[in-house]
């Protein structure tokens, strides 16, 4: 069976939700990874540091590191960070060997083999995500990134990518002049780059399973024990993060789970509850 590509941008204020998620991803089934890690300020002594903790001989890391300069002129926030932006560039700097990635947000667990949502067919598509945004929100997106009046605004946090495609239908030059015409009219940084740029070659997919926030959660009427069987990514996103004393909801229990500081007997106990 073949290895599974995973692909993560993060700086060195991510580590430890990085572990967190790749304990969870392993966990997840008996696959083996292979974990492309795009930075710019990892340290060696930090990369060691995430593959020690995460402890598991089927998640192998690769650490790719980009020049800080890219995307200096694009719009960064406090929960926008320049590294978001290095997925939009993933066809360039993966290894030619990779044809297909799944991106995942560090903010994730992953509850369920990825192993299906991997094989997806994307047909004349090259990536494949889940939409959050409903109503006025959704329309006010179709509306400013000229989508359509069908268009889905997918979360960026759980992307499959064809990479092969993506080389194929994409120029770096294209993203850098998009990003440079729309500034700051980009409300969602690259996310709003992925929806308006690549709109033609999105594939959606229902977010219950593949990429479950917990407004989706409350609005579906779902319950923690089909999350728990059914649901293969969990994720944080916004503001309201497990590890924050600040949290509140109720898919936290997940995040628990796995966190660094859980010992082996802690996660193994949960397991069994």
Same mark, same amino acid.
């Given at each position: ?239 309201? =993060? ?13 995040? =628990? ?17």
């Amino acid at each position: 069976m073949m290895d599974i590509n995973i692909l993560v941008t993060i700086d060195k204020n991510y580590c430890e939700q990085l572990i967190t998620m790749l304990r969870s991803l392993a966990a997840s089934s008996t696959d083996r990874f292979c974990v492309y890690i795009a930075h710019s300020t990892l340290s060696f002594r930090e990369l060691a540091h995430i593959k020690k903790e995460v402890g598991c001989e089927r998640v192998s890391l690769f650490p790719v590191k980009l020049s800080p300069e890219l995307f200096g002129g694009a719009h960064f926030s406090k929960r926008i960070s320049r590294e978001t932006y290095y997925r939009l560039l993933m066809f360039e700097y993966l290894p030619a060997g990779v044809e297909r990635v799944l991106y995942l947000d560090p903010d994730i667990i992953v509850l369920n083999s990825v192993r299906l949502f991997y094989s997806l067919d994307l047909g004349k598509g090259f990536i494949a995500g889940a939409g959050h945004t409903h109503g006025a929100v959704k329309a006010f997106n179709r509306l400013r990134l000229r989508l359509g009046r069908k268009g889905e605004y997918i979360n960026a946090g759980v992307l499959l990518v064809d990479v092969a495609k993506m080389r194929a239908a994409v120029t770096s030059e294209q993203i850098f002049s998009f990003v440079r015409r729309r500034g700051r009219s980009l409300l969602q940084a690259d996310q709003d780059v992925i929806n308006a740029l690549f709109k033609n070659s999105i594939v959606s997919v229902n977010p219950c399973f593949y990429n479950l926030d917990e407004s989706t959660f409350k609005r579906n009427g779902l319950t923690l024990d089909w999350v728990q069987s059914k649901a293969v990514f969990v994720h944080y996103n916004g503001k309201n =993060k497990p590890w924050l004393k600040s949290y509140r909801g109720s898919l936290g229990v997940f995040w =628990k789970r796995f966190e660094p500081h859980a010992s082996q007997a802690e996660r193994r106990a949960r397991d069994a509850s």
